[in-house]
């Protein structure tokens, strides 16, 4: 899942995939620009077939975050 | 560009698509589309993006200034104007320009109501006037989404003055607002929204983090809608749909199930394909002209066209019908040749793999169509393709089917006769070439659009531009329009003329494939001619700009002795003095009507 997030968020910010660290965000990353978290989000839902509330989608602006998150929503829907 | 269809792909790849896109060395005609948004549409314009370049169109995007609408479009010497566009699109939510119309409904009175509604039209209106007042560019003007939870809950619709019927009230006025200014038009947002839903249409977590409403859904399904009327405004809707019969037209195949088994009717699957039939019956009256391409033994597919009850299409629906055991690809390109159409003008729709894949690889300019397995998808599919949309149902659309019919008898009367001459005396033509004017301007503007052969510079120009040149005291807009012993063709020619000083330019001159070869251009150059001496002008300039499709006019001012005057960055230019022009014209037309003045 996490080679998975890597190859979204290469391709949206287009970045090279061995270049996401831990600590890639929005405020580091010249490329992720508010209109790039919105396509970022869009290909995460769509990928996984989830949806963040509105509070997750603005929290979720580092790869730390977006790993934890969707780690958590995965597991919400594997469960069931 | 990726021959994939949108709807099969996932948005990250339409993005990465559109950005790695390179449209260098590749031959793509330029479109300059503005959005003026009021509210945020980055979605709508990467899906706008990625489906110009499939359809060979490299887009350059202006984005307006965000809710500054109205400053930008009043500021001449602005940066939207010196973008040049060729489109406006103006993309407003009710909520950003009339919070209280969405928001508060429920606090205002009747009148206030009415004095919201009417702000939000004369904004409207100040928007398009100050367009119009510089820019010719076509606008497309985004209605209202009405609002699915209504202020008033289950009495509102109940009340003419309810939030849902002001705001229907308020869609309804648009139109009228549109009719003023030329080249405008509506984009249904609310019938959008019907198509998917209002909980797939909107995304209230965007609308509040970055005022960005629209779901990727939304946004697609606006990017197709828009792709449509820039078909229409190019001249690149299509022209001929080429049909199957077995599987597609009814079910079963009719060579081993026979007239009585095949399916077809009102009970499931028949009335599924019944349904499908009318659809196309809907295509034909639109002026759009159906074949037939079978592989069948024809009397079997004849007999179940003319004679089995169900049938909605019957002969006389098809310009052309090709029942026969050969390739396919030989008889799609037959039926282009005889049609005289381009193979980028069919599209090409079969229940088969196999014979749709072939068609894609060897006649990649045809729109192949395959068609989903279960027949009750037929008729929607069709519907929303939008591959056959026209800015206008011209009365010339209406009749081009019956056209058609009359130029197959125009030819076999051609048959019995030894000269040309007198083929066209016994046609007894009549012709009259008038200026632009209200009536004729939308037909002017399409024929502008659609004509790819008879014409000298490929110039497109929109029902605003026409309208434009008509009234200007420097230029002017002839139509010829036809009629002949086998019907009336309507207006088949046009030519806009620009005058500066001493000199009329020929800025384009056209004719509508029908009916090249019967000396008609003759008629409608003598016009032009006319027009140039009763200016008093001392010669007129015909220009002939050369493209992949109208070679065959390159001598036509040549031809019409026209002196060469040389080459104009890749156009050539062609000189008559007035003094000495010939106004003669062929004898054998029966009557002919030039009325240049006012």
């Given at each position: ?80 | ?32 589309i503005a959005f003026l948004p009021n509210f945020?549409i ?20 202006y984005m307006g200034d965000y809710d500054n609408i109205l400053q930008e479009v009043m500021d001449p010497d602005g940066s939207l104007y010196r973008f040049s566009p060729d489109i406006i699109m103006i993309c407003l939510k009710m909520e950003n320009l009339s919070e209280?119309l ?14 919201e509604a009417d702000r939000v039209a004369n904004y409207i209106t100040s928007v398009l006037n100050e367009i119009r007042k510089n820019t010719n560019a076509m606008i497309l003007l985004n209605n209202f989404e ?21 705001l229907?009230?308020l869609n309804d006025n648009l139109l009228d607002i549109i009719k003023n200014y030329s080249g405008s038009y509506i984009v249904d947002m ?36 828009y792709?449509?009327f ?232 929109s029902e605003a ?134």
């Amino acid at each position: 899942m996490e080679d998975e997030l890597k190859a979204i968020m290469a391709d949206v910010l287009n970045i090279q995939k061995d270049k996401i660290t831990y600590d890639i965000s929005m405020d580091n990353c010249d490329t992720w620009d508010s209109l790039k978290h919105m396509e970022l989000i869009v290909a995460i839902e769509q990928r996984f077939k989830i949806t963040f509330t509105a509070d997750e989608i603005v929290t979720m602006t580092n790869f730390a975050e977006l790993k934890r998150l969707l780690k958590k929503r995965r597991d919400v829907s594997d469960g069931s | 560009m990726c021959d994939c269809n949108i709807d099969d792909m996932e948005f990250i790849e339409v993005v990465k698509a559109v950005e790695s896109f390179n449209a260098e060395g590749k031959d793509m005609a330029p479109i300059r589309i503005a959005f003026l948004p009021n509210f945020t549409i980055n979605h709508v314009i990467t899906y706008c993006k990625f489906l110009c370049y499939q359809e060979g169109l490299n887009p350059e995007i202006y984005m307006g200034d965000y809710d500054n609408i109205l400053q930008e479009v009043m500021d001449p010497d602005g940066s939207l104007y010196r973008f040049s566009p060729d489109i406006i699109m103006i993309c407003l939510k009710m909520e950003n320009l009339s919070e209280s119309l969405i928001m508060e409904f429920s606090s205002l009175s009747t009148t206030a109501v009415k004095e919201e509604a009417d702000r939000v039209a004369n904004y409207i209106t100040s928007v398009l006037n100050e367009i119009r007042k510089n820019t010719n560019a076509m606008i497309l003007l985004n209605n209202f989404e009405i609002p699915v939870f209504p202020s008033l809950g289950i009495c509102d619709y109940q009340d003419r003055n309810g939030q849902v019927n002001i705001l229907r009230k308020l869609n309804d006025n648009l139109l009228d607002i549109i009719k003023n200014y030329s080249g405008s038009y509506i984009v249904d947002m609310d019938l959008l929204k019907s198509t998917i839903g209002y909980l797939h249409f909107n995304d209230n977590r965007y609308w509040h983090i970055g005022k960005a409403p629209l779901t990727v859904e939304a946004s697609k399904l606006i990017a197709k809608e828009y792709m449509k009327f820039i078909r229409a405004l190019k001249g690149t809707g299509k022209k001929c749909l080429v049909l199957d019969c077995d599987n597609t037209l009814w079910g079963g195949i009719i060579g081993e199930d026979g007239m009585h088994k095949i399916e077809i009717g009102n009970t499931y699957p028949g009335s599924a394909y019944r349904e499908f039939q009318q659809a196309i019956l809907n295509l034909y009256n639109r002026g759009v002209m159906l074949s037939i391409c079978s592989k069948n033994n024809e009397r079997d597919v004849l007999d179940v066209i003319e004679s089995h009850p169900d049938m909605v299409l019957r002969r006389e629906h098809f310009v052309s019908i090709k029942v026969n055991w050969n390739d396919k690809v030989k008889n799609l390109m037959e039926i282009a040749t005889e049609l005289n159409i381009g193979l980028d003008s069919l599209v090409f729709i079969d229940d088969s793999d196999f014979e749709i894949e072939c068609i894609r690889k060897m006649l990649p300019e045809i729109k192949a169509v395959k068609l989903p397995r279960d027949p009750s998808q037929f008729r929607d599919l069709l519907n929303s393709c939008g591959l056959f949309d026209t800015l206008t149902v011209s009365k010339e659309d209406r009749k081009r089917n019956s056209f058609y019919r009359e130029d197959m008898q125009r030819k076999d009367a051609k048959t019995s006769f030894c000269t040309l001459d007198d083929y066209y005396e016994y046609l007894e033509m009549e012709a009259v070439i008038r200026r632009a004017d209200s009536f004729s301007i939308p037909r002017i503007a399409q024929l502008t659009e659609r004509t790819n052969q008879f014409n000298l510079t490929a110039k497109r120009y929109s029902e605003a531009d026409i309208k434009e040149l008509g009234e200007s005291n420097s230029s002017q807009v002839f139509f010829l329009n036809l009629k002949d012993r086998f019907g009336d063709s309507g207006i088949v020619g046009a030519a806009i003329l620009k005058h500066f000083g001493t000199e009329v330019l020929i800025d384009n001159f056209l004719l509508s494939c029908r009916v090249i070869g019967r000396g008609i251009e003759d008629l409608l150059l003598k016009a032009c001619i006319v027009y140039m001496i009763e200016r008093g002008c001392e010669q007129i300039v015909g220009v002939y700009t050369p493209t992949t499709k109208n070679a065959q006019v390159k001598d036509f001012y040549r031809n019409h002795s026209f002196v060469y005057l040389g080459e104009d960055n890749g156009s050539f230019r062609y000189l008559l003095p007035a003094n000495g022009a010939c106004t003669g014209m062929p004898g054998y037309f029966k009557k002919v009507t030039i009325e240049c003045n006012e």
